[in-house]
Nanobody, 127 residues
Framework: QAQLVESGGGLVQAGGSLVLSCAAS????????MGWFRQAPGKDREFVAT????????YYSDSVKGRFAISRDNAKNTADLQMNGLKSEDTAVYYC????????????????????WGQGTQVTVSS
């Protein structure tokens, strides 16, 4: 059964760091773009970061650029999100997502393009 499982969420003080991990059991992970999205209470789900399946192309939302870093390990079928300099506005449920793309440098920030989704992990940043 295809699935994505996030881990690493928790409670952290403002300015702190967390690493979220996504373990993937999906067809052709090595040819799948990985993305991270988040949803804060009362708000729509928003894009955070994405990485091409070749691993050499990344893209971030303006709100996290310079603070977060996405990476992947195709040998382990995992994708991580390193979050530094956390702010209270980063508090949200974070979701891992995946979708197959043909070219190694392709990526997408559109949630509608993603096929697989995890259940989410809560990140709470206290000020």
């Amino acid at each position: 059964q295809a699935q994505l499982v996030e881990s690493g969420g928790g409670l952290v003080q403002a300015g702190g760091s967390l690493v979220l991990s996504c373990a993937a059991s999906i067809p052709t992970f090595s040819n799948s773009v990985m993305g991270w999205f988040r949803q804060a209470p009362g708000k729509d789900r928003e894009f955070v970061a994405t990485i091409s399946w070749g691993g050499d192309t990344t893209y971030y939302s303006d709100s996290v650029k310079g603070r977060f870093a996405i990476s992947r390990d195709n040998a382990k079928n995992t994708a991580d999100l390193q979050m530094n300099g956390l702010k209270s506005e980063d508090t949200a449920v974070y979701y891992c997502a995946a979708t197959h793309m043909y070219f190694p440098h392709d990526f997408t920030w559109d949630a509608n393009d993603y096929t697989y989704w995890g259940q989410g992990t809560q990140v709470t940043v206290s000020s």
